[in-house]
């Protein structure tokens, strides 16, 4: 059974970097064909997808994105993890690390998920 | 504003049905995506309640059903219980984004 945990500050000031960390068990990140991504849910309830890695370190982010945030592996530490600069507050968001099959597939995997506050 | 459109809430009485919608476009359900369903209690991550369209993964009641039909989709449950109470979400693959995109979620309140 696969499963996943962030962990990351809970409180970011504006204009500085968000980082956190997602921890895989039950399953390897070098073993391939999977796809691990970050989602995030807003206050309001809407999810958005940011972006994921695959095939040890390949990269693919949300175009409105793109040009701040980056994912990155860890396979020593079975971990993979999220970087989000310049933020605001409208990136106040609870983050969810998640994993699928594939991307036209179901997201089987969820970690529980970390509120990301960001203020001064 | 979420790329699948999905009514903010729904209801019904215990033991009746609702049907919750989920529209999209030619870039994801009419592309022939297909569409998966999420049900997110109150301080819980999402879970998979019907996945590729019709499909219950083991552990969910055989109340929930999904269709899929053109660039919309639905999720039916029917016998409602005050348990089903949760926020629900309708999720695709986009070939504009190569990734996925899900409804605003729609509140089924269970009178």
């Known amino acids: 059974q696969v499963q996943l945990q962030e962990s990351g500050p809970g409180l970011v000031k504006p204009s500085q970097t968000l980082s956190l960390t997602c921890t895989i068990s039950?399953?390897?990140?070098?073993?391939?064909?999977?796809?691990w991504s970050w989602i995030r849910q807003f206050p309001g309830k809407g999810l958005e997808w940011m972006g994921y890695t695959y095939y040890s370190g390949t990269t693919h982010y949300h175009p409105a994105l793109k040009s701040r945030m980056s994912i990155s592996e860890d396979a020593s530490k079975n971990q993979f993890s999220l970087k989000l600069h310049s933020v605001t507050a409208a990136d106040t968001a609870v983050y969810y690390c998640a994993m699928q099959m594939d991307t036209s597939l179901a997201i089987d995997y969820w970690g529980q998920g970390t509120l990301v506050t960001v203020s001064s | 504003q979420s790329v699948l459109t999905q009514p903010p809430s729904v209801s019904g009485a215990p033991g009746q049905s609702v049907t919750i919608s989920c529209t999209g476009s030619?870039?994801?359900?009419?592309?022939?995506?297909?569409v998966h369903w999420y049900q997110q209690l109150p301080g819980t991550a999402p879970r998979v309640v019907i996945s590729r369209n019709n499909n219950r993964p083991s552990g969910v009641p055989d109340r929930f059903s999904g269709s899929k039909a053109g660039t919309s989709a639905s999720l039916v449950i029917t016998g409602l219980q005050a348990e089903d109470e949760a926020d629900y979400y309708c999720q695709s693959h986009d070939s504009s984004l190569y990734g996925a995109v899900f409804g605003g979620g729609t509140k089924l309140t269970v009178l």
């Open positions: 039950g399953a390897s990140i070098n073993s391939g064909g999977y796809y």
């Open positions: 030619s870039s994801n359900i009419g592309a022939g995506y297909d």
